[in-house]
């Protein structure tokens, strides 16, 4: 009885329960537990060090990407049976090191430095610690930055799994990528360029350049000039959506595909697939992509690289964002 108290270190009779509550070891991370409030929102609190069950590792991370919509996303905020689920922290993709492996858990081992996908249902990457399936991560060569390493998962995954499975992109086909400046795009730009594709990319006036730098042969500016001036293509890549989803499913040629990654799209081509997705984890296209950043033919789009301690100002930029934000949680 003695032991219980002091390990406890109450003055009462201490249940097992509290006792574990209280040995638990505290991290850093960002929450959220308002829908309403949006971005706003988000809190920097301590949690409770993750555990790693059956096939997970836990990973100390060190830096972390985040997309913008994901408290949009119903998977922030309830779990599979539509459960609250808040506080849940944010994040989702990262690049870290092994810290722990759970029960079986085969083919990662402690010590080596990762990067990945994390469950969109599960606790994520904006803490010092997470726990997530060993399946969702590769291995992250050590010749590339944590920071890189956590700003390809989520974008490079995307593009790769737009292009080249749901859009099925043959060498010669000409693709218009809305957004081609945007984290996404700007992969999706320069992997079909790789793959002898003829990219429009579209975006902002300010961003032609930029979209042009990344492997776009032509830059149709959405503000100012007519999308039908395009012509024909087969492949569109959506990252926009709305009215510019819409007026782009009439330019699909025969047997080309529309690949939104903002949800179904309004207009179907008349002779072709309308596609949506949401991107999944896979080990063999996170190995091909950090292949391509190591030897130069894929450039990351990195804007802001923040601390954990600055993370809730930088997500609420008032300014607006260019590139990737990347949150370095390990300086
Ligand atoms: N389905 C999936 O699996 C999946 C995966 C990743 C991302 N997404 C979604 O895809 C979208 C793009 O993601 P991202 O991370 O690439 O975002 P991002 O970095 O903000 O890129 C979007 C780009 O499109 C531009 N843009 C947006 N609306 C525009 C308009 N009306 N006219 C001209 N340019 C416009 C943005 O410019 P401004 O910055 O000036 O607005 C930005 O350059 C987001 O909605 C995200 O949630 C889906």
Redesign the pocket.
Known sequence: MDNVLSIAGASTLASPKRQMTEEKIMMKAIVVTDQAAGTAGMKLVERPEPQAAINDVVVQVHASGF????L?WPSTWTDRLDRDRTPSILGHELAGVVTALGYGTTGLSVGQRVFGLADWYRDGTLAEYVAMEARNLAPLPGDVDFTVGASLP??G??AW??LFQHGRLQAGQSVLV?????????MVTQLAREFCAHVIG???A??RQTVLDFGAKEFV???NDALKDVGGVDLVFD????D?GKRSAGLIRAGGTLV????PAEARPADGLAV?????SDRAQLSEIVQRVRDGRLRT?IGNVSTLDNAVAVLNPTE?????TIIRVRP
């Open positions: 997309v913008p919509t994901e949009e989520i974008s995954l995307t799994q737009g809305h957004g081609a400046a945007g984290a996404v795009g700007s579209t975006g902002r300010a961003d500016d959405l503000g990252g926009i959506g709305g510019i939104s990654i903002v949800g949506d997705f949401v991107v999944e789009n607006r964002r260019k590139g990737k």
